[in-house]
């Protein structure tokens, strides 16, 4: 989808790059945290949507398990008196519901990927807006770091002194920036080795609840045919 195309481009953008190139980095760091709000708040609104879907598949799915299992018992009390017919009338309106359910239970697989997908790139874009946000302090504290030491003394110095002021400052600045995205990288990769395990036992734990529906399916068929 285009939003996620749009976050991608996001995600892939070197902030420091695009900010040490730009004019008036500042101006720019301001836009791109504009950019984030809006993607993150669009993306969370498509995660809540997505959700609701997934929501609603799965009564629906429900629903017809329930009628699935109300005609099958049907089927074993028609059997129970004789009535063969009225039991295979009941046992095509059970595997009917078994159909719709099945071809439910493939579209809510569908649904849930996408919520997954979603929720990703939701944290994300929030971490990326994080990082970001904390970019442009560090500049616009350094931009005035620079003025108040250009109103102080600037006029005194020589032109080779301010350019090696400049490198030392700029020197300092990209060692600062790579401590705190070390740290920041670190933060993340526990946050993402955490969200990996929960999606792992989520998706362990619906793949249990698939293989009993259709082991109890299974265990019931022959009985029936029988």
Not at 8 to 33: C, F, G, S, V, Y
Not at 39 to 66: C, F, G, P, S
Not at 202 to 218: G, P, S
């Amino acid at each position: 989808m285009a939003l996620l195309e749009r976050v991608t481009t996001l995600l892939r953008a070197n902030i420091n790059d695009l900010l040490n190139k730009a004019e008036d980095p500042e101006k720019l760091a301001r836009q791109l945290i504009l950019d984030m709000e809006n993607q993150l708040m669009q993306v969370k609104t498509q995660v809540a949507m997505a959700i609701a879907d997934q929501h609603r598949l799965q009564k629906k799915r429900a629903e017809q398990a329930a009628a699935q299992t109300d005609w099958l018992r049907k089927a074993e009390l028609a059997v129970g008196k004789g009535e063969d017919e009225m039991a295979r009338g009941a046992l095509e309106r059970a595997l009917g519901h078994q159909r719709l359910a099945e071809g439910l239970a493939e579209q809510l697989a569908e649904q849930t990927a996408e919520a997954d997908t979603l929720r990703g790139a939701y944290a994300k874009l929030q971490q990326k807006l994080t990082e970001t946000q904390a970019r442009v302090d560090l500049l616009v504290a350094q931009l005035r770091r620079n003025r108040a030491i250009e109103k102080a003394g600037a006029a005194q110095a020589t032109l080779e002194d301010g350019r090696a002021k400049a490198a030392l400052a700029r020197l300092a600045g990209k060692v600062e920036d790579a401590e705190m995205g070390s740290l920041r990288a670190r933060g993340l990769l526990a946050v993402a080795s955490a969200e990996t395990l929960d999606e792992r036992f989520a998706t362990m734990e619906r793949e249990d609840q698939i293989e009993a529906l259709l082991l109890e399916l299974k265990g019931r068929q022959p009985r029936l045919e029988g």
